[in-house]
C-alpha cells in the first residue's frame, strides 16, 4: 500500500470557545442507541445518511469528527485502501489501526470512513468491542448490536464496519466472516500480530503526531496570530505533550477557554507536575493519567510493573539500562516488550506506556 502526502488545508482562526469541539477532532458522544449527540449547546444537526437498499430508507450514521487535524499520510493510506471494498462477492477489505492511549485511532477511523462514504451506500457503523474498563464485551452482546445496527436486505459488500477497541485477534474474526460487510476498520491497542498473520490486513500504527502537526493541532484551535507570537512557547508545550494528540487536546482547551493567558505561562504551570495537569476536570475522557491508568489495567500484573519501572527511565531506554530497572537479564526486557504486544511499548510515543 503507498502513502501519499498532501499539504494540509489552511488551518481556520477561531474567534470563541465555540470552535472548541470542531478543532479538537473529538468524535460526538453515542447514546445508548447510537444516535449523535452534539455539545452542551445543543445537538449538531447530521446530514442524511447513506441511503440503504431498502426503499430509500437512511443507512446507519457514524460519528462525526469535526475539524480533524493531522495523521495526513495515514489518512490518505486508510482512504486509499478502504476505496477497494465495496463490491458484492468479495471479502471485505480490512485494515488495523493500532497505538497507544490517546493516539486518536478511533477519530482516525472515523474520518476515514466518513471521506468514503459512497462507497458504501448501506451505511457505515461504530461498534465497541470493550466495555468502559477495558475488558472484552461479550460475544454474542456485540453481535447482536451490530445486526440491529445493520440495515436488512443491504447487498453483501455495502456497507462499513468500524470494530473499536478489540482486545484479541479472535473478536474481529467472528465478524469478518459474518457481517457480509465490504470494509471492516479494526482499532486497538494491541499489535494483534495473530490476525495480521492469518488475514493479511492494511496495518497503521499510530505514534506520537510529527512536530509540524501537532504545532497545527494547536494552530487550528488557538488561531494562527496567538501560536505565531509565542513560537518558542508553543514548541515547550508540544514537547511536554509528548506530541500525543490527547495531551495537545488537553493544553489547547485549557488555553482556548483562558484567551488571555501567555502560553509560556502555561507552560511553565504544566511542567510543574506532569503529567497530572494533562487533565479536563469536566470529563474523565480527557485525562492523560487516567487513560494510562486505564492502559496499565488492561495489562497482566508482570507487564504492568514493567511498564511503571521502564517509565523512570524517561523514554530514554537501552538494553542495559532497562535491564537494570526490571532487575534482570538483558534477554527478559525484550521478552517483556513482545509480550505486551502493543505498538509503541520499546520505543517513545507519548507520556506513558502503551496498551
Not at 450514521?61 to 487535524?69: A, E, I, K, M, Q
Not at 494547536?218 to 515547550?236: D, F, I, K, N, P
Not at 482547551?253 to 497530572?276: K, Q, V
Request: aromatic content about 2%; charged content about 15%; overall charge positive.
Amino acid at each position: 500500500m503507498t502513502l501519499t502526502s498532501a499539504s494540509p488545508a489552511p488551518a481556520p482562526t477561531p474567534k470563541s470557545p465555540a470552535s472548541l469541539a470542531p478543532a479538537l477532532s473529538l468524535p460526538t458522544p453515542l447514546s445508548p442507541q447510537g444516535s449523535p449527540h452534539g455539545s452542551p449547546g445543543g445537538p449538531e444537526e447530521a446530514p442524511a445518511g447513506p441511503r440503504s437498499a431498502e426503499g430509500g430508507r437512511p443507512g446507519p450514521r457514524l460519528p462525526h469528527v469535526p475539524g480533524f487535524t493531522g495523521r495526513t499520510r495515514e489518512t490518505a493510506a486508510l482512504v486509499s485502501h478502504l476505496g477497494e471494498g465495496g463490491r458484492s462477492g468479495s471479502a471485505p477489505v480490512l485494515a488495523v489501526v493500532s497505538g497507544g492511549p490517546g493516539m486518536g485511532k478511533t477519530a482516525l477511523a472515523l474520518h476515514a470512513a466518513h471521506l468514503v462514504t459512497d462507497r458504501y451506500p448501506a451505511g457505515a457503523v461504530l461498534l465497541p468491542l470493550s466495555a468502559p474498563d477495558g475488558t472484552p464485551r461479550p460475544a454474542d452482546e456485540a453481535a447482536a448490536e451490530l445486526r440491529s445496527l445493520l440495515p436488512s436486505g443491504a447487498a453483501h459488500g455495502s456497507s462499513l464496519v468500524i470494530l473499536d477497541d478489540a482486545v484479541h485477534p479472535d473478536q474481529v474474526r467472528r465478524f469478518l466472516d459474518a457481517t457480509g460487510c465490504g470494509a471492516v476498520v479494526v482499532t486497538s491497542r494491541m499489535g494483534l500480530a495473530a490476525l495480521v498473520a492469518t488475514h493479511g490486513p492494511a496495518v497503521l500504527q499510530l505514534g506520537a503526531l510529527p512536530p509540524q502537526e501537532s504545532r497545527a493541532l494547536l494552530t487550528a484551535v488557538l488561531g494562527q496570530e496567538r501560536v505565531a507570537a509565542e513560537s518558542g512557547a508553543v514548541h515547550t508545550l508540544t514537547e511536554a505533550c509528548g506530541h500525543v494528540p490527547l495531551a495537545l487536546r488537553i493544553v489547547a482547551a485549557r488555553l482556548l477557554t483562558r484567551p488571555r493567558m501567555r502560553l509560556a505561562d502555561h507552560a511553565a504551570w504544566l511542567l510543574r507536575d506532569l503529567p497530572a495537569r494533562l487533565a479536563l476536570p469536566d470529563d474523565p475522557r480527557m485525562s492523560v493519567p487516567l487513560a494510562l491508568d486505564g492502559a496499565l489495567r488492561r495489562l497482566p500484573a508482570p507487564l504492568a510493573d514493567a511498564h511503571l519501572r521502564l517509565a523512570r527511565l524517561e523514554g530514554r531506554i537501552t538494553a542495559p539500562d532497562a535491564a537494570g530497572v526490571l532487575s534482570s537479564p538483558r534477554r527478559t526486557p525484550r521478552r517483556c516488550s513482545n509480550g505486551s504486544s502493543t505498538p509503541g511499548s520499546s520505543r517513545r510515543t507519548g507520556p506513558g506506556p502503551s496498551a
